[in-house]
């Protein structure tokens, strides 16, 4: 059974960086595909980055590229936030599906980001 657990969330102030894990165990997922999401108070949930578990090739929504970098290393996905503002204020899942175009079937419960100005 494949369980996904984020934590790294927390409360920071504009324009620092924080870096959320999201710890897979489970199954062996060379062929899976690991993505992570967030939802906005009152906004619909949004993908933002996502990577391959077997290469290691990125993903990233057009709103998030530049400022947010996805890395795996061993069993743990890695979403290092920059720059961060107000409006990325949100609840951020990570998400498993085992191929690149099946629907993510896996979900972690979520940890919560708040940015302060």
């Known amino acids: 059974q494949v369980q996904l657990v984020e934590s790294g969330g927390g409360l920071v102030q504009a324009g620092d960086s924080l870096r959320l894990s999201c710890a897979a165990s489970?199954?062996?997922?060379?062929?899976?595909?690991i993505g992570w999401f967030r939802q906005a108070p009152g906004k619909e949930r949004e993908e933002v980055a996502a990577i391959s578990w077997a290469s290691g090739s990125p993903y990233y929504a057009d709103s998030f590229k530049g400022r947010f970098s996805i890395s795996r290393v061993k069993n743990t996905v890695y979403l290092q936030m920059s720059s961060l503002k107000p409006e990325d204020t949100a609840i951020y899942y990570c998400?498993?599906?085992?191929?690149?175009?099946?629907?993510?079937?896996?979900w972690g419960p979520g940890t919560q980001v708040t940015v302060s100005s």
């Open positions: 489970g199954r062996a997922f060379s062929h899976y595909f």
């Open positions: 998400a498993a599906k085992e191929y690149a175009t099946a629907a993510y079937k896996y």
